[in-house]
């Protein structure tokens, strides 16, 4: 009905061509007749014609464009990137065994930021107390998050999720990225390196992990969604999400200047580096740098928080960061992706950077 709605508009728009005309552009130029003047009948014609198709087509478009609820809603496949994959259910789509390497720690992941999170802290372990680890790639886009064995690790189907084998009769399952983080570092870190043993050091750095955990969702759901994936650019969403990221941000550069309660920088905590920049780095740091959601930086004019520029540079320079990027990233260069990882060694087979 919308659509006859707006194909009766551009008739009605056509239909006003048919109405007679006034003087040319050649009847306009200057002669030695005195210029007659439109009859004003044709005047009125004309313009009734006009405001009528303005009219309705203004009427058609809101009508075609404003959503009104119905009672009960009813799912329908979504377009963008990824809506064929999305489903109002739960549980596996299909059966798929998950692979299992030797180590007693098994990561199923992408290198998405909430993939990378997981990954920089394992490295970061192996730098410090040789923990190694399996690493296996789970590619959403393909639905493998859907196989039944993944979804027995995380019933919420999303990555990351980790298996620790230590003890192979109960072997634990670690799903959510800040899970895994302080998981991690409970079991692994005693020199409270990532993660202080100090109670209220500690708590500083769980502020800020539960943070980011609950404020992500505005920057990739929110902003990256409408910004960057979403099949339609709705004004409204955008405009509503930029401006949510940009506190964000404003949060943390004010955060690293010492400001609102915080001990200022260099790292989110203070002078120490902790879980709490593994976990926010890979979106707020990553995007602040360029390198998430096209031309995200400049549409949000992130070169105005020096704070967090500065922070974002300090870890990426890391070595376990840039190692921890590559594993299970399957897009960019050669260098840059590792499908599977085994072993510390397994980087030196990557090829070199050009």
């Known amino acids: 009905r919308n659509f006859l709605i707006l194909a009766f ?18 009847q306009l130029r200057p002669t030695n007749r005195a210029r007659q003047p439109m009859e004003k ?15 309705l087509s203004s009427f058609a478009i809101k009508r075609l464009f404003k959503y009104k609820p119905p009672k009960v809603w009813k799912f329908t496949p979504q377009g963008g990137k990824f809506g064929h994959l999305n489903k109002p259910t739960a549980g596996p789509q299909q059966e798929m065994k998950l692979p299992k390497g030797e180590h007693d720690l098994q990561l199923y992941s992408l290198a998405t930021p909430n993939g990378v999170k997981a990954n920089i802290m394992l490295e970061e372990l192996c730098d410090k107390y040789g923990i190694e680890y399996d690493a296996y790639t789970i590619n959403i886009g393909e639905g493998d998050q859907f196989g039944s064995g993944f979804v027995g690790v995380n019933p919420n189907s999303k990555i990351p999720a980790l298996v620790d084998y230590s003890d192979e009769k109960k072997p634990i399952r670690v799903f959510e990225s800040g899970s895994i983080l302080v998981y991690l570092a409970d079991k692994f870190d005693e ?10 050091k500690r708590t500083e ?10 404020s992500a969702p505005y920057l990739g759901g929110g902003f990256g969604h409408f910004y960057n994936y979403a099949p339609i650019k709705i004004k409204y969403a955008i405009d509503r999400f930029s401006m949510e990221t940009k506190r964000q941000m404003d949060v943390l550069e004010r955060a690293l200047a010492g ?11 203070g002078k120490q580096y902790t879980i709490a920049d ?18 995200a930086k400049n549409f949000l004019e992130l070169e105005k928080y020096p704070n967090v520029q500065a922070w974002a540079k300090l870890i990426s320079a890391r070595e376990a960061v840039m190692r921890g990027r590559k594993v299970t990233r399957v897009w960019g260069e050669d260098w840059e992706q590792m499908k599977e990882r085994h072993s510390k060694a397994d980087f030196d087979k990557l090829p070199s950077k050009p």
């Not at 004309?46 to 303005?54: E, K, L, P, R, V």
């Not at 750095?205 to 609950?214: C, D, I």
């Not at 593994?278 to 031309?295: E, F, N, R, S, T």
Request: charged share 15%; with cysteine; hydrophobic share 45%.
């Open 9 to 26: 508009c551009f008739r009605l728009g056509a239909a006003s061509s048919l109405l007679p005309k006034g003087p040319s552009r050649s």
């Open 41 to 55: 009948p044709k005047c009125l014609a004309i313009g009734a014609a006009a405001f009528g198709a303005g009219l």
């Open 191 to 200: 020199d409270g390196a990532f993660l202080p043993k100090d109670p209220a």
């Open 205 to 214: 750095v769980l502020n800020w992990v539960f943070w980011q955990v609950g």
């Open 259 to 269: 400001k609102d309660g915080s001990p200022g920088g260099p790292y989110l905590c």
């Open 278 to 295: 593994m976990m926010i780095w890979p979106w707020y740091g990553v995007l602040a740098q360029g390198k998430l959601y096209g031309d």
